[in-house]
């Protein structure tokens, strides 16, 4: 059973910074992709950042440069550094592990809250 915690949400200013973490059940390079999504209220799950087995990044074109996905392999977590918040980044953030076998699995956390406030 794969498990996915995510930490680091929280209430912040814009223009402040948020780290988020996702730690894993399992190891994280047996995964072929890792993500983070957002929901905002009333909206659709978006995907703001990724990171291949191969280390390769994506991003979402509404946080390119000011968030940046990164992860500890020894420590089986994944982190979305969060910089210069918007009001508009408020949302559940929530992390993904992807596995291209067979079959496609997608896990899911739980989610964290981010309230960026004005």
């Known amino acids: 059973q794969v498990r996915l915690v995510e930490s680091g949400g929280g209430l912040v200013q814009a223009g402040g910074s948020l780290r988020l973490s996702c730690a894993a059940s399992?190891?994280?390079?047996?995964?072929?992709?890792m993500g983070w999504y957002r929901q905002a209220p009333g909206k659709e799950r978006e995907l703001v950042a990724s990171?291949?087995?191969?280390?390769?990044?994506n991003y979402a074109d509404s946080i390119a440069g000011r968030f940046a996905i990164f992860r500890d392999n020894a420590k089986n977590t994944v982190y979305l550094q969060m910089n210069s918040l918007k009001p508009e980044d408020t949302a559940v953030y929530y992390c993904?592990?992807?596995?291209?076998?067979?079959?496609?699995?997608?896990?899911w956390g739980k989610g964290t809250l981010v309230t960026v406030s004005s």
């Open positions: 993904n592990a992807k596995d291209f076998g067979s079959v496609v699995m997608n896990y």
């Open positions: 399992g190891t994280i390079l047996s995964f072929n992709n």
């Open positions: 990171i291949t087995r191969g280390g390769s990044t």
